[in-house]
């Protein structure tokens, strides 16, 4: 025959009521738990708004100056942060900045724009853009410039083996455009010469701005006689 404990009266009153504590407890954690998902998902008066940190992309419109070219742009700040729902929020990488026209630019163009993002996403931000204008670079070979012999001694005749050069150039585009065999001058120092045959390297000498990048031949043959033979 199973024996059964006697328990007092007032042990079995105690653990009664700490579970029914319990049981309250946990159907006020329920509650609040449920108002909160209610109130942060459906109530328009406590949205569930986060931020995002997105890179600005400048709107750069227009070209330079013919001649000209944009060497770089640079925007301050390159971020802005984006207040919004995560769901508004989730497809937004970039923004991008409000127009910077260059049309016609001879130099650096500085502006201060804003962005184009709805009002609700970003307060009114301002960013500076800063684009790097500079005469465009271009490259040419200029051909048949011919070599000249300079400061030879006197009595002495030179010829030089080819007379003509080619001379590659750089610089910019509005004067390489334009440059001509006659622009260039291909020389020899003759001060050191005396009869014979050598082979010599050339200088080129050319208008500002404009650099050599090359000469073919690099060294040509000269040839020294004297006057009358």
Excluded: C
């Excluded at 653990?15 to 942060?40: C, G």
Aim: net charge positive; charged share 20%.
């Amino acid at each position: 025959m199973a024996v059964v404990a006697d328990v007092p009266p007032g042990m079995r009153s105690r653990r009664l009521f700490s579970e029914q504590n319990l049981l309250l407890l946990l159907s006020f954690l329920i509650a609040v738990t449920s108002w909160y998902y209610v109130v942060t998902t459906q109530n328009p008066r406590f949205p569930r708004t986060t931020f995002k940190v997105v890179a600005v992309i400048p709107d750069i419109t227009g070209e330079p100056a013919y001649g000209y070219s944009v060497l770089g742009v640079r925007v301050t700040p390159p971020t802005v942060t984006i207040t919004g729902l995560p769901e508004q929020l989730v497809e937004i990488e970039t923004v991008r900045t409000e127009p910077v026209m260059i049309t016609g630019a001879t130099q650096d163009v500085v502006r201060d724009v804003g962005l184009v993002v709805p009002p609700e996403l970003a307060r009114s931000t301002r960013v500076r853009v800063a684009v790097q204008i500079a005469p465009a670079i271009a490259a040419t070979t200029v051909r048949g410039v011919r070599v000249q012999v300079q400061n030879a001694p006197a009595g002495l005749v030179t010829r030089v083996e080819p007379a003509t050069v080619d001379v590659q150039v750089q610089g910019p585009v509005s004067i390489i455009n334009k440059i001509r065999p006659d622009d260039l001058l291909a020389r020899v120092d003759g001060t050191t010469f005396s009869t014979g045959r050598r082979r010599v390297t050339l200088t080129v000498q050319t208008p500002p701005e404009v650099t050599v990048l090359a000469i073919k031949p690099a060294a040509v043959l000269i040839v020294v006689i004297r006057k009358g033979s």
